[in-house]
């Protein structure tokens, strides 16, 4: 619940902004609804903008940041499904 999530990402460097991640996100959230996953959590390094943005074009909502064990800035998103 607080380092982990519903859906995982990732996009090499040289695909990144082109939309791939927010289709992915859109695609996962359609298997989650069919597993009957009615709030998804989504986790991202708050200095990952790309991470971020693809979750709030999904509806994710920001609950809280943390500070994990590595000393990195964590935010928690959570999306109504």
């Known amino acids: ?9 990732g996009i090499r460097p ?12 859109r695609l996962a959230l359609i298997e ?3 597993l009957g ?3 998804v959590l989504m986790i991202c390094d708050k200095e990952n903008i ?3 943005k693809s979750i709030i074009k999904n509806r994710g909502v920001l609950e809280n940041e943390f500070v994990n064990s590595d000393g990195k800035t964590i935010q928690r998103y959570w ?3």
């Not at 619940?1 to 990402?9: L, S, V």
Request: proline share 0%; net charge positive; charged share 40%.
């Open 32 to 34: 989650c609804k069919k």
């Open 1 to 9: 619940m607080k380092e982990g999530g519903h859906i995982g990402d």
């Open 37 to 39: 996953i009615e709030r």
């Open 50 to 52: 790309g991470s971020a």
């Open 79 to 81: 999306i109504d499904n």
């Open 14 to 25: 040289s695909e990144r902004k082109k939309g791939y991640a927010t289709e992915m996100v």
